[in-house]
């Protein structure tokens, strides 16, 4: 089974730009779509970005269209959320997560393999 840890969480400068990875241990890693998601003090989890197997197709939230861009690296066994134009609203406790399905999906339940989150500050 796959195992997932977020780094590269911080404070920053509304305008400004950080670069998030998930490491992944195991030797299935591709056999995973994988996504990020997103959780406010007090707020659900949300959706924001997700990609396939091979990263052929990617999805995201429309509040993060244009600004916040998800890859992968199969061979280094790493995922990546490259975001900019970054607001206070994105403030968040950001997660990486696993999908065994063959699809791409923005659902919370259709994720069964969590990473521990690590947190994004936006000041103003």
């Known amino acids: 089974q796959v195992q997932l840890v977020e780094s590269g969480g911080g404070l920053v400068q509304a305008g400004g730009s950080l670069r998030l990875s998930c490491a992944a241990s195991?030797?299935?890693?591709?056999?995973?779509?994988m996504a990020w998601f997103r959780q406010a003090p007090g707020k659900q989890r949300q959706f924001v970005a997700a990609i396939s197997r091979n990263g052929g197709i990617t999805r995201y939230a429309d509040s993060v269209k244009g600004r916040f861009t998800i890859s992968r690296d199969n061979a280094k066994n790493t995922v990546y959320l490259q975001m900019s134009s970054l607001k206070p609203e994105d403030t968040a406790v950001y997660y990486c997560?696993?999908?065994?399905?063959?699809?791409?999906?923005?659902?919370?339940?259709?994720?069964?393999?969590w990473g521990q989150g690590t947190q994004v500050t936006v000041s103003s």
């Open positions: 195991g030797r299935t890693f591709s056999n995973y779509a």
């Open positions: 997560a696993a999908d065994g399905n063959i699809a791409v999906r923005s659902g919370l339940l259709d994720y069964s393999v």
